[in-house]
């Protein structure tokens, strides 16, 4: 199926890592003129999600080398494992965790918004995770969580305008996913799997706005 990427200028804040580096492949092969920004960016832009001079300096750049900017995706997060357990209660770490992934999408859709709105046109999609929907870690929660409600309180904004807000929600997420879906746990996918839905959903084949898609299957035993 030809998603109608082609001649599409496509962000990818993260785009450098694991799941990220497979969206920039799929949508790469889609025809999307792809750009890879990091806070250390070596075939890319250099873009810090959490300064705001940095983020809008990051799209006014990308906008003005190739004009347009149809697409962001925001997969720029400290991965989980870096969260302290034993401090997954304690404010600053909640604070921090909700700054470093939630805030920082708001930012960089803050940033791509007027452009997009200007074109009539815009897809920005987020990845979150499953551990929005589980108790046991405030930080781990919270942050995804956060960035959930953000991005359907932009959809809701933004209705009718041609842009459409979107996030992917992972369980854990392996090369190799098994099948098997335990109680009270997501399932897992892969990178691949994951970059096949954010592809469609920035694609203009999609008219989604507002979700919060799971990725695997959504927690099980929990509604």
Do not use: C, W
Not at 13 to 28: D, H, K, L, N, W
């Amino acid at each position: 199926m030809d998603l109608g990427l082609t001649g599409r200028v496509v962000l990818v804040v993260g785009g450098a890592g694991f799941i990220g580096s497979a969206i920039v492949r799929r949508a790469t092969d889609e025809g999307a003129t792809v750009v890879v920004a990091s806070r250390h960016a070596r075939d890319g832009i250099a873009l810090d999600a959490r300064d705001e001079h940095s983020v809008a300096a990051g799209i006014d750049r990308v906008i003005e080398e190739h004009g347009r900017l149809d697409a962001v995706v925001v997969t720029a997060a400290p991965a989980a494992q870096t969260l302290d357990p034993s401090l997954s209660h304690h404010p600053s770490q909640v604070a921090e965790s909700v700054d470093a992934k939630a805030l920082s999408f708001l930012r960089i859709a803050n940033a791509a918004i007027p452009s997009m709105r200007s074109a009539g046109y815009g897809r920005i999609v987020g990845l979150s995770g499953q551990n929005a929907f589980l108790t046991g870690n405030i930080a781990g929660a919270v942050r995804n969580a956060a960035m959930n409600v953000i991005a359907k309180n932009l959809a809701d904004e933004l209705a009718g305008s041609g842009i459409t807000v979107n996030t992917v929600n992972p369980g854990s997420v392996t090369e190799d996913p098994r099948p098997e879906v335990g109680l009270a746990r997501g399932g897992e996918s892969s990178p691949t799997q994951i970059a096949n839905l954010v592809a469609f959903l920035i694609s203009p084949l999609s008219a989604l706005s507002g979700e919060s898609i799971a990725v695997g299957h959504r927690v099980r035993g929990v509604v």
